[in-house]
T-cell receptor, first 110, second 115 residues
Framework: EDQVTQSPEALRLQEGESSSLNCSYT??????LFWYRQDPGKGPEFLFT???AGEEKEKERLKATLTKKESFLHITAPKPEDSATYLC???????????FGSGTRLQVQP | GAVVSQHPSWVICKSGTSVKIECRSL??????MFWYRQFPKQSLMLMAT?????????EQGVEKDKFLINHASLTLSTLTVTSAHPEDSSFYIC???????????FGPGTRLTVT
């Protein structure tokens, strides 16, 4: 059974204070690992897809990396508008549905 | 990115009644659509997967007679919650994917409150 564990559950940062969110996963075969951003009362917004260990992707202040066991979402010099819940999900080669982690609630204070 | 809409965005219904939620892919053909449920401060839990023109595949523990899913076209899927009860109150989110693409594009969600 696919499993995704995210840490920390919640993170409070000062504006400009860089940090990393962790996503540990277990799958029989990884088709893709996804990062989404979710604002309160909204659906998830797609950020990145990573397919193989060693891959990295960047978008503005966010950078996602992938190893065989975990993924990190690095946030550089965050701003208050980066406050949201960040969700990690995996897609097993055996199916198209995603298995989500419980998310990290990020709060960036000005 | 691709756009998915949901209607209504929120709905309140009385216990015992049924409510239908629509999920539309606006700028792509969604060969597969997924329905998720999210309780407060929890993550998304997959309820069912539907392919256009086929019966939905439900996850273990999800009652298929209670949560009716129809995916009659490449741009529309519906979820009907039948005989709703207060414990069905939740945030329902759909997503769609096209062909062999890996990414799923999510709708904005529907907040269901059963009184």
């Amino acid at each position: 059974e696919d499993q995704v564990t995210q840490s920390p559950e919640a993170l409070r940062l000062q504006e400009g204070e860089s940090s990393s969110l962790n996503c540990s996963y277990t799958v029989s075969g990884l088709r893709g690992l996804f990062w989404y951003r979710q604002d309160p009362g909204k659906g998830p917004e797609f950020l990145f897809t990573l397919y193989s260990a060693g891959e990295e992707k960047e978008k503005e202040r966010l950078k996602a990396t992938l190893t065989k066991k975990e993924s990190f979402l690095h946030i550089t010099a965050p701003k208050p508008e980066d406050s949201a819940t960040y969700l990690c999900a995996v897609q097993d080669t055996g199916r198209r549905a995603l298995t989500f982690g419980s998310g990290t609630r990020l709060q960036v204070q000005p | 990115g691709a756009v998915v809409s949901q209607h209504p965005s929120w709905v309140i219904c009385k216990s015992g009644t049924s409510v239908k939620i629509e999920c539309r892919s606006l700028d792509f053909q969604a060969t597969t659509m997924f329905w998720y449920r999210q309780f407060p401060k929890q993550s998304l839990m997959l309820m069912a997967t539907s392919n256009e023109g086929s019966k939905a595949t439900y996850e273990q523990g999800v009652e298929k007679d209670k949560f009716l899913i129809n995916h009659a076209s490449l741009t529309l899927s519906t979820l009907t919650v039948t005989s709703a009860h207060p414990e069905d109150s939740s945030f329902y989110i759909c997503s769609g994917t096209s062909g062999d693409e890996y990414e799923q594009y999510f709708g904005p969600g529907t907040r269901l409150t059963v009184t």
